[in-house]
């Protein structure tokens, strides 16, 4: 039985202390103390008024929170924030077990339990009255955590609709693709180097049509990257598309979680482990994904050539990564990734609720 949902409003930094608080002494654990930027006017997104100067809320994507609601236990066991974004008003739930399998290293189980439903169901229903009682007039909230979102939804009633499609191909064994790479070069593409020329990026983001919308900093660019809060586990292999004149047009971001450097290591000294790790191996398996591409005035072709570098890469510096997934965002994008081969595996859904 799920406990008694608490409310709690104006209070910025709520977030990173439940974090804190559940996660603390996990291996691989590290705070992310970023949530509070996300409140730029925290009395106007109580009383549900106002926008504030909203470069906070842009900078992070998240939006302005306008309550949260906690189950404790000894420690918080779930918590759900209600926000408002620029697509409406969104539930977004945390789920601390699973959570913690993901800072572990570990993917959370795909089988949910009544008794994690509950939990959703409690904390969506206390944000759900905080929103009638406050004038919102439909919420929505996507595909996060297993079925549990869908099993929300079926509860509810709400109306599913489509975000978008994921593709997905096999790098260690390659993509049937109508592109091939063989000079990264002469193709417009390269790895990111190291340290990450941030300066380069801030044009492109600040032209995103996700990410833009105003202009971006350096330091920001910088912040968005940073991944030194994911587990011991977690990599991030990051390639771009660039025009003639060394432009960055399109950046491909991949992360990778679950990676065995041994494995990998191996596998890339000795060819013939290489070639035998092809059939797969569930001790060392990993997926990456790439969930969002910045980018700015790029044709399908040319960002398919990144994509089919980016499994080159992926095949030749973590052999273990058995599946790439991508996340449809466009038109242009779904061209570029039927002509570099990938395939639709999954279609992700929201759903929407008319208070």
Known sequence: MAGKAEIITGDPGLVDRLEEEAFHDLPGYAPFLGHELTHPDQEAADAGEGEGDGSACELSGRGRVLATAVIREERPVAWAELIATDEGHELRYTLAAREADRIRGDAPGAETTAEEFALVRALAGELLDFARANGVSEVFWTDDEADLSARLAARCHAAPFELHRVWSTVPSVGAAASVSVTSAADEGVRTAPEPLPVAEYVALFSADPVLGGRPWTAA????????????????????????????????????????????????????????????????????????????????????????????????????????????????????ALAQAGLVTTARRHGYRLTL
């Open 220 to 335: 920001e660019v910088a912040d968005w990257h940073d991944v030194s809060h994911m587990g011991p586990g977690f990599r991030r292999l990051t390639v771009d598309a660039i025009d003639a004149q060394g432009g960055v047009r399109a950046q491909l971001p991949c992360d990778i979680a679950d990676v065995d450097d041994a494995a990998d290591a191996a596998d890339i000294a000795d060819a013939d482990a290489s070639a035998a790790s092809a059939e797969g191996s569930a001790e060392v398996a990993s997926d990456a994904f790439v969930r969002h591409i910045p980018r700015s005035r790029i044709e399908p072709g040319h960002l398919a050539r990144a994509l089919a570098f980016l499994a080159l890469e992926l095949r030749s510096r973590y052999p273990s990564v058995r599946t790439l997934h991508v996340y449809e965002e466009d038109d242009t994008l779904a061209q």
